[in-house]
């Protein structure tokens, strides 16, 4: 059999060929039937991004038959061992510094994989089809590999410069309504996605490069707001206040959190015309999961996904319709919702404080679109009063519920 050209994409670490075909033999519909009758002749493995990462590349392989008919295209998520070195030697910093980069990549990787053995093909998740997953091994040398449906026959990612529509967010907030109903089903698969240190400190970094961008970006339009963000997060009171354990201070357990939602991580079922429709297929990139608080998830939807106009509106009515379809999901299971309306909103606002501040880093995502320039224009001015919109309203929030805020702002 033709390995076409596939170790050589793959690092000495990855997993065979011959893994993948079993795993596909084993969990693809129809794969087995299929080499009842023939066998395969191919199997090639291609890059998907040309763009370096820091944990993960993205494979597409394509399997190949001796009697020609169409053959089965899957992807593969493989550590990027080799990218995590060329980015930590870029780290001017001592080694201890660099020893913690390296355990937080591996800490994502596993992660994700540790995501897909528990809850990979679990009904009522919108994720791709999982066909097989290699635990990263004790070293981190070897596994750490999901194989999965591909994705872009039926699903489609909408451009960064278009947020989503009402119709769009509200299929997004069904999602993590059932993600939430599944957390409160499953709790004892939970204990291994416990929050750590990393990635609370990961979006406390993002913050940080973010407020100087806002500087840089915005000029004298948000100096003063950038400044006071800069003075909070040097507050131990004001990291406190933002923490992701708030669902165990507020007596309720904690839940599963996806992490990273933001538009290139949501993949939308293709319409009539091949652009995405207002039914969301798929959630990907699981690598920062974990057990945090139950409206952390809709916050970074809310900010990084859709327009301040849209935002505001769902916000007058999103926390009571949680409540309620979660009953609905839960009803027969005999379990009671443990959240109030109140707890999620409570919850929802201070993970939105912490999520606003690391929203100027979108702008880069733009810069990285086939725009022409009045497209440009008009995405950064939408983007600009998303900034704006969500800065004045997290400032509300702080002056309503954090005492020291008001210090701040006078003197």
Known sequence: MDEGGFSNVLEKSGPTYKWIIESLRKTKKGFDQRLAVTAVSKVTCEHIFKEVGYTSKILRITVYFDNDEKPEVVILKVPDHKGSERINSTIKS????????????????????????????????????????????????????????????????????????????????????????LSLQCSSELKQFQDTDDVISLYTSLANKSITKLKEDYGEVFIKEAEIAKNLFSMPSFMEYIAEDLNTKLGVPPVLNHGDV????????????????????????????????????????????????????????????????????????????????????????????????????????????????????????ELRFRIAAGIEDAFEILSQNFPPFKELITS
Not at 141 to 156: N, P, Q, R
Request: with cysteine; proline share 3%.
């Open 94 to 181: 001592d080694e201890a510094e660099k020893n913690k980069f390296s355990s937080l990549v591996y800490n994502l990787i596993e992660r994700e994989t540790n995501f897909f053995m528990a809850f990979g093909n679990r009904e009522g998740l919108k994720i791709p089809a999982i066909y097989g997953v290699k635990p990263l091994s004790s070293d981190h040398k070897s596994g750490g590999a999901i194989l999965m449906e591909d994705l872009s026959e039926k699903a489609v990612v909408q451009d960064f410069e278009k947020p989503f529509s009402e119709k769009q967010v509200l299929s997004l907030v069904n999602q993590l309504i059932t993600i939430t109903a």
């Open 262 to 381: 933001h538009g290139r991580n949501i993949m939308w079922k293709k319409n009539d015309r091949g652009g995405p429709s207002d039914e969301l297929y798929a959630l990907i990139d699981w690598q920062r999961t974990h057990l945090g608080n139950t409206g952390a998830d809709l916050a970074a939807a809310f900010l990084f996904c859709t327009t301040g106009e849209v935002r505001r509106k769902l916000e007058k009515s999103v926390f009571d319709y949680y409540v309620s379809t979660l009953e609905k999901l839960l009803s027969g299971s005999g379990i009671k919702v443990p959240f109030t309306a109140d707890k999620i909103k409570f919850s929802y606002q201070r993970s939105f404080i912490r999520y606003v501040f690391v929203l100027p880093t979108v702008k880069s995502f733009l810069s990285e679109s086939n725009l022409d320039k009045e497209a440009r224009i008009a995405a950064e001015e």
